[in-house]
C-alpha cells in the first residue's frame, strides 16, 4: 500500500489538525465541498475538520438511508449544532432500499450501497450545492481490507482505481486515510467533540445491511434493527470494542404457546480488538447471554434462536456481510 500509517505513538494531533486543515483547503481550492455525516467517530471527525478548515464553504449532509439505527438522524444533528456546524437530513430511504432489492450476495449488496451512495445521492447532493468535493472519512484500516479482498468497504473508489471525477463528477478528499479508529478518536477528542461521538463503538457504513444475511428490506431492518438496541443496552457496559446483532436467513423451528413457530434466529457478536485487524470474542458472562436470549425471544418478532459467535478473526471477520 502506498498510503503511509501514522501509528497511535507517532500522532501528534495539534500538528495533525493544523496540516489536514491546510490539505484540505489546498485540495480544494477555494471551491464548495460536500460532506455526509453519519453516526460514527470517523465522519465526525472530517465534519468538524472540514468545518475549521473551510468554514460555510463546507455543506454538510446526514443522508437518512433507512439502514440506520433508530432516531439517529436527530441526534447526530443536534449534537452537531451543539457545535454550530448545520446538518442537513435528506430522505433517500427509497432510493436504498430500491437499490437493495432482491440482492443477497454481500459483496452485491455492498456495491449497490456504494452506488447509491456516490452516484445516486451524492451526485444530487453536488448538483444542488455547486460543490466540486466530497470530504470523507475513510480510514487506513478501511483500505487496508479492501485491497486485501477481503471485504469491499463502502467507501474506498481511487485506491481501487476509480476516478471519482469521470464516473461521479467529483473529487475525493480523504484527511483520515494515514490513522486507523484509536488514532481518529485522538483526533476527535482534540477537535473538540463530546465524549459520546469520539468513545462511540464503530458502525459501518453499511449500517445494519451489514447485519442482515439475505435480503435486506424494511422489515427485516425493523427487526435487526430492535435487536441492535437491545445489544447495545445489554452490552455497552461489558468495554469490549463493538458488538451487534445479526439477522439471519434461514428459519428454525421453535415452538410458542404450545404452538409450532418456524422462527427467525438472532446471532449476537461482541469483540475485544485494538485495531479490527484481528479480533476476539468478548468473555461475556452467561447471565449477562441468558438475559439477551429473553430479550430477544420476547422483544423481536417471530425470533425463536438466539446464538453467541465465538470464532476469532481470522477466519471470521467482525461483520457478518
Ligand atoms: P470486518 O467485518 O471487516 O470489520 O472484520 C472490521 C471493522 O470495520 C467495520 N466495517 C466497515 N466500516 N465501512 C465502514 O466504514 C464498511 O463497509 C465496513 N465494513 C465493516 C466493522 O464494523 C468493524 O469495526
Known amino acids: 500500500m502506498d498510503i503511509k500509517e501514522i501509528t497511535l505513538?507517532?500522532?501528534?494531533?495539534?500538528?495533525?489538525?493544523?496540516?489536514?486543515?491546510?490539505?484540505?483547503?489546498?485540495?480544494?481550492?477555494?471551491?464548495?465541498?460536500?460532506?455526509?455525516?453519519?453516526?460514527?467517530?470517523d465522519s465526525s471527525a472530517v465534519t468538524l475538520l472540514g468545518h475549521k478548515a473551510l468554514g460555510n464553504r463546507l455543506k454538510t449532509y446526514f443522508v437518512e438511508n433507512g439502514i440506520?439505527?433508530?432516531?439517529?438522524?436527530?441526534?447526530?444533528v443536534s449534537v452537531f449544532k451543539k457545535l454550530g456546524v448545520p446538518v442537513e437530513i435528506i430522505d433517500a430511504k427509497d432510493k436504498f432500499f430500491a437499490a437493495l432489492k432482491?440482492?443477497?450476495?454481500?459483496?452485491?449488496?455492498?456495491?449497490?450501497?456504494?452506488?447509491?451512495?456516490?452516484?445516486?445521492?451524492?451526485?444530487?447532493?453536488v448538483k444542488k450545492s455547486g460543490a466540486k468535493h466530497l470530504l470523507q472519512g475513510t480510514i487506513y484500516t478501511d483500505v487496508e481490507e479492501t485491497i486485501a479482498g477481503i471485504k469491499r468497504q463502502h467507501n474506498i473508489l481511487s485506491q481501487l482505481g476509480i476516478d471519482t471525477e469521470k464516473e461521479f463528477g467529483y473529487n475525493?478528499?480523504?484527511?483520515?486515510?494515514?490513522?486507523?479508529?484509536?488514532?481518529?478518536?485522538?483526533?476527535?477528542?482534540?477537535?473538540?467533540?463530546?465524549?459520546?461521538?469520539?468513545?462511540?463503538?464503530?458502525?459501518?457504513g453499511p449500517a445494519l445491511a451489514a447485519r442482515v444475511i439475505g435480503e435486506v428490506t424494511p422489515e427485516r431492518i425493523a427487526l435487526v434493527g430492535i435487536a441492535t438496541q437491545i445489544v447495545e443496552e445489554e452490552l455497552s457496559s461489558s468495554g469490549a470494542f463493538q458488538y451487534m446483532a445479526i439477522l439471519h436467513e434461514d428459519k428454525v423451528t421453535g415452538m410458542r404457546n404450545g404452538k409450532r413457530e418456524f422462527g427467525l434466529q438472532i446471532?449476537?457478536?461482541?469483540?475485544?480488538?485494538?485495531?479490527a485487524v484481528t479480533a476476539t470474542p468478548t468473555n461475556v458472562s452467561f447471565d449477562t447471554l441468558r438475559k439477551l436470549a429473553d430479550r430477544m425471544t420476547n422483544e423481536v418478532p417471530g425470533v425463536v434462536s438466539v446464538t453467541y459467535h465465538i470464532a476469532t478473526k481470522p477466519p471470521s471477520t467482525m461483520e457478518v456481510v
Open 9 to 41: 505513538q507517532e500522532l501528534n494531533t495539534d500538528k495533525f489538525i493544523e496540516e489536514q486543515k491546510k490539505s484540505i483547503n489546498d485540495a480544494t481550492a477555494g471551491d464548495i465541498a460536500i460532506n455526509a455525516l453519519s453516526v460514527g467517530v
Open 68 to 76: 440506520m439505527r433508530q432516531d439517529e438522524p436527530q441526534r447526530v
Open 102 to 125: 432482491g440482492l443477497t450476495d454481500p459483496e452485491e449488496k455492498r456495491e449497490a450501497i456504494t452506488q447509491t451512495f456516490y452516484k445516486d445521492v451524492f451526485g444530487d447532493l
Open 172 to 204: 475525493v478528499v480523504e484527511p483520515l486515510i494515514n490513522l486507523r479508529k484509536p488514532g481518529v478518536r485522538k483526533v476527535a477528542q482534540a477537535l473538540g467533540l463530546p465524549e459520546e461521538t469520539f468513545k462511540r463503538p464503530p458502525f459501518p
Open 267 to 275: 446471532e449476537v457478536r461482541c469483540w475485544d480488538t485494538a485495531d
